[in-house]
């Protein structure tokens, strides 16, 4: 009885939502497909893109240190959006910008990827901050793999995520004491240099590649991290019931409240975090070789480089998205999708937007100018190409 029951009772409600289709379809029919013409118009949008890659020639001798990089980020602070018809109707998207690293048979070189439209404008700034530099455009190294898990070479690549929420900060250029740089033992403490160190040891047949993707933050996304940040700081502060009630809109005044070294410290690091612009980010890194050439400890080596950057007490990085090798499943079959999807999502300097979306999470311009920056002449590669002469100003005629 109770079977017949349930069986009536689903066979009348599928009858009513059946005949109720001409109500519910055209609404669901509706909904996808402005989804479908959404996912097109970027697409397209996107695939008519012109880019350059801009190669950045080091000199010999640089004597400023991460905050000149800072200053540089800041600028590339893009939020235009445009305006809503131009958004969904020819799908215009904020401006992005990928940050490279990459040594081809152990040669070094610094890139930045941009929309042809921002490149009087990433070369100003640059030369604003370093004018001893050249910067040229360059053909895209990633164009010379054209079958990475094929024939005779092996490919790795994996991301970086942060181990705790981005209003946490990682540990910046300012921890290591690099923000007011007076002697080369202070510049020792850079924690590029064992990224390029790696880099540059590489042999004929390999390649390794870093990439940080980077786009402002809208105001939205600005606002929920500062308040991500204020709730962290406000529940740091509740924990301890013998601190003073402050008046609403009085500043702190960290002397009088009855916080801990370690407390103060990461309210202190976590304000100065949200005080400064964030871009969403993708950090990624990849290594490729030939079969009979590639290193095993690849992997150690990366995930003990990102880890230069983590701070128990506030935020660090950890690796994801691995293309390690499975042993369950279908294992060789997984395995090569993961790496083409890796492969291309870094050809195609993809995290934003389709093809290759990515979960993301912000880094300010100190953090920002921490992993990517121009080192100085403490960095003794011998394979990081440093030009002869300096100029003494930019090349003429550079737009404003």
Not at 199 to 212: D, H
Not at 294 to 302: E, N, S
């Amino acid at each position: 009885m109770g079977t017949l029951s349930v069986q009536s009772f689903l066979y009348n409600f599928f009858q009513v939502v059946i005949g109720a289709a001409y109500l519910w379809l055209p609404a669901i029919s509706a909904y996808f497909a402005w989804k479908f013409w959404v996912y097109y118009i970027r697409l397209y949008f996107i695939s008519h893109l012109d880019w350059v890659l801009l190669e950045v020639k080091l000199p010999r001798e640089i004597a400023k240190g991460p905050a000149a990089m800072e200053m540089i980020f800041n600028t590339m602070y893009q939020t235009r959006d445009g305006s809503t018809l131009k958004q969904y109707r020819e799908g215009f998207l904020r401006a992005w910008f990928s940050l490279e690293i990459a040594s081809i048979n152990g040669q070094i070189h610094f890139y930045i990827y941009t929309q042809k439209g921002l490149k009087s404008l990433i070369e100003h700034q640059i030369y604003a901050q370093y004018p001893e530099v050249e910067i040229t455009e360059a053909a895209d190294y990633t164009k010379n793999v054209s079958a990475h898990n094929e024939g005779n070479l092996k490919f790795y690549a994996a991301e970086a995520a942060l181990s705790k929420e981005d209003a946490y900060p990682i540990k910046t250029y300012v921890d290591y004491g690099l923000h007011n740089l007076q002697s080369e033992e202070e510049q020792r403490n850079d924690p590029m240099t064992s990224l390029l160190e790696f880099m540059g040891s590489l042999k004929e047949g390999e390649q390794a590649w870093f990439q940080i993707m980077i786009r402002a933050v809208k105001k939205n996304r600005f606002k929920e991290w500062q308040e991500s940040s204020k709730k962290i700081v406000d529940e740091i502060m509740k924990k301890d019931e013998k601190k003073k009630k402050k008046k609403e809109g009085e500043k702190i005044d960290f002397g009088s409240m009855i916080l801990s070294p370690g407390e103060r410290t990461i309210v202190e690091a976590i304000e100065r975090n949200v005080a400064k612009l964030g871009f969403d980010a993708c950090v990624r890194m990849a290594y490729l070789a030939e079969k009979e050439k590639y290193k095993q400890a690849i992997p150690a080596f990366f995930e003990g480089m990102i880890k230069q950057y983590n701070s128990n007490n506030l935020n660090g990085f950890k690796l994801a998205n691995r293309t390690l090798y499975v042993n369950y499943f279908f294992p060789e079959t997984r395995h090569a999708w993961r790496q083409k999807r890796m492969f291309d999502a870094y050809v195609k300097r993809s995290s934003f937007y389709p093809p290759r979306t990515r979960k993301l999470y912000v880094l300010n311009t100190e953090e920002l100018a921490t992993i990517y920056h121009f080192p100085g002449s403490v960095a003794k590669t011998p394979t990081l190409e440093r030009i002869e002469s300096k100029k003494s100003e930019p090349p003429a005629g550079l737009p404003i």
